[in-house]
Structure formats: structure tokens, C-alpha cells
């Protein structure tokens, strides 16, 4: 069981790592920006929540398929691919994190009190000084709830990884998709159990973490 742990917290922590930059542009974007299309925006990064995961898997699967845009790329430029590779699965697992790192990000950011920013501005900041003293430190507990609950995401991810990647054993065979293995052999309700568990206490214990550190911040927001 140890190694498929290992592996799950490898895609998972990878995942949520690969997002981070992605999710806080993102947010940041969707937080402070006016502009024409920012209604269809924020739709298609919140895309992957509403859609069966196998609709997303498969739209990777098109992407990165040696024939796809990106696969193409990947192959001639570096001669690397991603499927059926523990990368692909961390590809599956961030794009279907990313929509929640994003909403919580952005929660976090819109409850900082802009008249702080512009009072840092008067005193002489510069807007990025600003940026970096007044409004990430305070929405700080929020971007860390956000990481949490992407890990979280990532490491139960399954539809869109199965899809994707499929479920080979050492590369790409997370918790879920063990769970899903083992239920299909005959007596596998143990390892079935035991894998369950596991999850289950890994899960948990990113949610209480994040609530956690949402009600540090003190604002009252729920990323839930």
C-alpha cells in the first residue's frame, strides 16, 4: 500500500504545485479586472467541476495523444510523453484542482479591503510594493486553505485520470484508481477497506487543515 500512497502524494503534491501559478493568475485576474468576456472566463476555468470528469480526461487525452497540439509539441521539441506516465496523471489531477484553488484564491482576494492597497500607495509604495506588503500577506491564509483543498482535489481524483492516463500499476495507479482495481477482483473488499481508509484520512485531514486556516484570516469566508 505504501508505494501507492507514495505515488498518490507525488501526483497530488505535483498537481497542486503545477496549478498554483496558474490558479493565482487566475484569481487575480477574476478579482480585479474588468473586461469584456470576464463572465465566459470565469465559466470555462470553472468548466471541470460541472462536466463528467471523463469528458475532461478525454479532452486531455486529445491535447496530449501524440497526434494532439500539445502532444505533437512535446514529442518533436523534447521527445517526452505524458501518457500513461505518472506526469499525466498530475496533468489530469491539477486541471481538476485548479477549479477550486481558483475560487478560493479569489475569495481571498476580494475580501481584502482595497482602501489598504491605496493608503500603502499614499505613503509612497509602489503598486507592487503595495501588492507585496499589504494584499498577498493578507490573503496569504487563503492562497494556503486554497493549496490545501487542491491537494485535497488532486489526490482523489479518478474520472478524468482513468481516462486520460488509464490505470497502470506503479505509473499512474493512485488511490482511487487502486480502489477501483481492487473492487474488481473477487475478494479485494479488504484492500478495498484498507485503501478506503486511507483516503479517506488523507481527505479529511485537507479539509480540517484549510478550514482551519480560513478561519485564521478571519473574514468569515467559506471556500466550501
Do not use: C
Request: glycine letters at 10%; proline letters at 6%.
Amino acid at each position: 500500500m505504501l508505494p501507492i500512497v507514495r505515488l498518490t502524494l507525488l501526483v497530488g503534491g505535483t498537481a497542486t504545485l503545477g496549478a498554483l501559478p496558474v490558479a493565482f493568475a487566475l484569481a487575480w485576474v477574476l478579482a480585479r479586472w474588468r473586461f469584456p468576456g470576464k463572465v465566459l472566463l470565469d465559466g470555462l476555468v470553472h468548466l471541470p467541476l460541472v462536466v463528467p470528469p471523463v469528458v475532461t480526461g478525454w479532452v486531455l487525452l486529445l491535447a496530449f495523444a501524440p497526434a494532439g497540439p500539445i502532444g505533437r509539441v512535446l514529442e518533436a521539441g523534447f521527445g517526452v510523453s505524458v501518457l500513461f506516465r505518472w506526469t499525466g496523471a498530475a496533468i489530469a489531477a491539477g486541471v481538476m484542482a485548479l477549479p477550486l484553488m481558483v475560487r478560493a484564491m479569489r475569495l481571498s482576494i476580494e475580501a481584502v479591503d482595497r482602501r489598504l492597497e491605496q493608503a500603502a500607495r499614499t505613503l509612497g509604495a509602489t503598486r507592487w510594493r503595495a501588492y507585496a506588503t499589504v494584499t498577498l500577506p493578507l490573503a496569504a491564509p487563503g492562497i494556503a486553505a486554497a493549496l490545501v483543498l487542491g491537494l485535497a482535489r488532486a489526490i482523489g481524483e479518478f474520472g478524468a485520470t482513468i481516462t486520460f492516463v488509464s490505470n497502470v500499476p506503479g505509473e499512474t495507479q493512485t488511490l482511487p484508481l487502486a480502489i477501483y482495481a481492487a473492487l474488481q477482483r473477487p475478494g479485494g473488499e479488504n484492500e478495498v477497506w484498507r485503501l478506503a481508509a486511507v483516503s479517506v484520512v488523507l481527505s479529511l485531514v485537507a479539509l480540517i487543515v484549510s478550514e482551519a486556516l480560513v478561519r485564521r484570516a478571519g473574514r468569515g469566508v467559506h471556500v466550501l
